[in-house]
């Protein structure tokens, strides 16, 4: 059984006025409707930024020390990478020379 979905070009789902899915009124609004009704002034973001307490000052970091056995975990990592970025780069010139 086949089934023809086809409707005319000139009736479109817009022009019958239908619409599958209810669309309030705000979400109508144009463009100039939203901003108006926007008003985001910097004291009303300031006033926000003070409730949520964004000004307060961060505290401070400092570095912490590392272990011995962590400072050498790392710098075998720091070779490692050293290592690979030779090997690549050996590979790569390697294999566009020939």
Request: proline fraction near 5%; charged fraction near 20%; avoid cysteine.
């Amino acid at each position: 059984m086949k089934q023809d979905n086809s409707f005319p070009a000139s009736e479109t789902r817009r022009a019958k006025g239908v619409s599958r899915i209810p669309v309030s009124r705000a979400a109508r609004a144009s463009q100039r409707d939203l901003d108006r009704a926007a008003h985001d002034r910097s004291a009303d973001i300031a006033a926000i930024a003070r409730a949520e307490g964004w000004l307060t000052p961060l505290v401070p970091i400092e570095r912490v020390a590392l272990r011995p056995w962590q400072q050498t975990v790392f710098w075998g990592l720091r070779l490692y990478i050293g290592v690979m970025l030779i090997i690549m780069g050996w590979g790569f010139l390697h294999v566009a020379g020939g």
